[in-house]
């Protein structure tokens, strides 16, 4: 393969070189236990902390309220569990259908345990009700999980109306916020949200490592029980050079921010705009403003996600889509399903999600090299009078506006 | 990302014979969009030979590389040897599949039926017939038994894979569950279980009683509210926890214990007693 165009962010990241050189001294040298009484061991505590205070800093959260996990999934997992062990009496619990696996999975193998469950919808654009939250909140709903910005289609929810509705309720408040730190910026200490889990792999930090936000005075009982690592509330001997990693990671992702919001969107407005324009029959899946700087999300109806993928793969273009052949399962995308996407159109949706390395050139190649494997597809699909009875109607709804 | 053969590739990158003969003699129509892949194939035919295949097809790159691969495989020969080809022919062809793919081949195959039906004249394939199983993906229980014969198909999750029967709601699962002990009859047992006289590994029987609870036994309970959970399995006695529904229900609870020591027996080993934990 001749050249690599990377636009798979939203799956993972490449590691900033800036956070592989900060790591490496923590393998071969500093590779003390900070338990330890010894000197050599200690000393790695203080860095454990410098790099506690550095997440907490991009969250404006305080660092005793920073715990460190395996990422993304284990922060869900830990957060959601620790706040229904600490509230045994209460068995309802909130959430949306749109949610990362590590939520929804979680949640509704929760039901399987005592648990009920109320899912919440969304709407066409992917955004979901405020007044349906409020409705599906009980007396004995012990937590509410929403997410902060979507996945697979990068729309944001309004999370501190919500956060807002469920301290009203009395439950308590998590939030899968995985896509969104160091994409947006964020202040916990002005938030009514009680619980974030963030993963580093996201955000230019290594696979493995992230962490869980727990306000101060929550009630709190740990997932994984041992020592009294991070105070008790996550056992296991900190991974100290990937920990490291992520708070290098978070001190940069504080400085991109603003190039997140400006260039980095900028770069996705014009290859968003480029494909809408230029290929027929696509439209964009989720709201058009409420959404991640870096996510576009966008249909080819009547054309199959993974025949695009695998062709895209051949020009060197890494994407993803909600097809169900790219899924493992039968079904597209649960996430488009749920904003009521057609079939047509949730089978040939496709995800290209950037970050602060893409770059104009790349956008440009991209643009250029779509429009080639969508046409080599319809030439196959059965779909061909479909296709243009949908273009003729686009034409003529141009020319009559 | 699937793990697909050269062959895979190279019939999806250059697909053999795209199209749509004119003048067919023979047109098969299969699948739908809403289900993630169709195909139409064309057949020209001579002296009852097939002379000219094509295919337009919807669907990932194993659905494409399945048409193309089919095309050829069709192309010079007579009625009646088209009529013997069967899906897993056409994924030898390919030097096979992923088999969460294979009903890719299995689409194939049924629209090669449905042209030959076309051609001599049938309203429907014989295929098409029957009651329909799978709502989520129409399939009949006609098609469930012949993919289930001709592929020596044991479990619910290789139905949803050739033909993806159950990959949707899953309500079906005890009709699939029925037609495979139907066509396969003790054979499931058999084919599933290893050698009676051989002595299991503890190891292989502690993986083959979580496969069989996950796959055999709990969706099967979760239908009527019944749950249960593996909590250790000590020599040949396995201990669960009842959840759901029969929890509440000594009576109910037995019932479910020997559904799951039934099921066990037949897909583990014979020697295997189930209780509840304590």
Known sequence: ?401 | MWDYSEKVKDHFLHPRNVGEIADADAVGDVGHIACGDALRLTLKLDNDRVVDAKFKTFGCGSAIAAASALTEIVKGKTIDEAEKITNQDIADYLDGLPEEKMHCSVMGQEALEAAIANYRGYEKAPCEEGTIICKCFAVTDKVLERVIRENNLNTIDQVTHFTKAGGGCKSCHPDIQRILTEVRGPAVAVAVAPEPAKKMSNIKKMKLVQETMEKEIRPVLMLNGDDVELEDIDGDTVYVTFQGKCAENPNSKEKVRNTIEVKLKEFVTEELVVEEAS
């Open chain 1, 1 to 401: 393969m001749s050249r690599t165009v990377y636009v798979d962010n939203n799956a993972t990241t490449r590691v900033a070189d800036e956070v592989v050189e900060e790591m490496l001294p923590y393998f071969q040298e500093l590779y003390g236990n900070p338990s330890s009484m010894h000197t050599f061991g200690g000393q790695v505590q203080k860095r454990l902390d410098e790099a506690r205070e550095k997440v907490a800093d991009l969250i404006g959260a305080d660092p005793s309220e920073i715990i460190f996990t395996s990422g993304g999934t284990e922060s869900d997992n830990a957060g959601i569990r620790g706040v229904l062990e600490s509230n045994p009496r209460k068995r309802h619990i909130v959430t949306t259908r749109v949610e990362h696996p590590a939520v929804l999975n979680l949640c509704r193998q929760l039901t399987r345990h005592g648990y009920e469950l109320t899912e919440i919808g969304v709407d066409g654009e992917g955004l979901m009700d405020l007044e349906e939250l409020r409705a599906a909140i009980r007396d004995d709903t012990a937590v509410v999980s929403i997410m902060h910005a979507n996945n697979e289609t990068g729309v944001i929810f309004p999370l501190e109306e919500a956060a807002q509705i469920v301290k009203e309720k009395g439950a308590m408040f998590h939030t899968d916020a995985v896509q969104t730190v160091g994409k947006l910026p964020m202040d916990m200490g002005k938030s009514n949200v009680d619980l974030l889990a963030l993963s580093g792999h996201k955000l230019h930090a290594p696979k493995g490592v992230g962490a869980l936000y727990v306000r101060r005075g929550t009630k709190f009982e740990p997932l994984i029980v041992g020592g009294h690592h991070e105070h008790g509330r996550r056992g296991g001997t900190e991974n100290v050079p990937y920990i490291i990693g992520l708070g290098k990671a978070c001190e940069l992702a504080k400085e991109y921010i603003k190039e997140e919001q400006e260039r980095v969107r900028s770069l996705r407005d014009k290859l968003e705009e480029n494909l809408l324009t230029n290929v027929a029959n696509t439209k964009l899946n989720g709201h058009k403003t409420l959404r991640l700087p870096n996510t576009t999300n966008i249909s080819f109806e009547y054309i199959e996600g993974e025949g695009i993928l695998l062709l895209l793969n051949e020009a060197g273009i890494c994407a993803s889509s909600g097809s169900a052949c790219t899924s493992g399962s039968l079904e597209p995308s649960h996430v488009l399903r749920a904003m009521g996407v057609p079939f047509t159109a949730a089978h040939g949706s496709v995800r290209f999600s950037l970050s602060r390395y893409s770059t104009g050139e790349e956008i440009d190649y991209i643009a250029e090299n779509v429009p080639p494997v969508i046409k080599k597809l319809k030439d196959i699909s059965p779909y061909v009078k479909e296709i243009e009875e949908l273009e003729q109607k686009a034409a003529s709804t141009v020319n009559r506006g």
